[in-house]
Nanobody, 125 residues
Framework: VQLVESGGGSVQPGGSLTLSCAAS????????MTWIRQAPGKGLEWVAS????????????SSADSLTSRFTIYRAHPKTALYLQMASLKPDATVVYYC???????????????WGQGTQVTVSS
């Protein structure tokens, strides 16, 4: 499994940013995919997941209740990429966003070995 996140950076409060995750070395279309984040001094937080492209519910997204109105997860095919579109970003310290293979939820995250290295997002004026 190889997952490489990109698109992080600094953005002003209220701004938008889209993160990308390039997936390789596995059959991307068969797997659910997930975004996870971690703020300094805080635990890991499930952000959003999207189902694989071969399921009956292919490409169905789900996201944390607190984020669903501002964050959108989607995936590309056959490009094998995962995206997280973030809008109306709120001020925060540098948060690391991870792309992961597998489905997540508020209670469970994909195995750590199936994550990318993360990309940092800072929302500050």
């Amino acid at each position: 499994v190889q997952l490489v996140e990109s698109g992080g950076g600094s953005v002003q409060p209220g701004g938008s940013l889209t993160l990308s995750c390039a997936a390789s070395k596995f059959a991307f279309r068969f797997y659910d995919m997930t975004w996870i984040r971690q703020a300094p001094g805080k635990g890991l937080e499930w952000v959003a997941s999207i189902t694989g492209l071969v399921d009956a519910d292919a490409g169905t997204p789900s996201s944390a209740d607190s984020l669903t109105s501002r964050f959108t997860i989607y995936r590309a095919h056959p490009k094998t990429a995962l995206y997280l579109q973030m809008a109306s970003l709120k001020p925060d310290a540098t948060v690391v966003y991870y792309c992961a293979r597998g489905r997540g939820s508020p209670a469970i995250l994909p195995p750590r070995g199936d994550w990318g290295q993360g990309t940092q997002v800072t929302v500050s004026s």
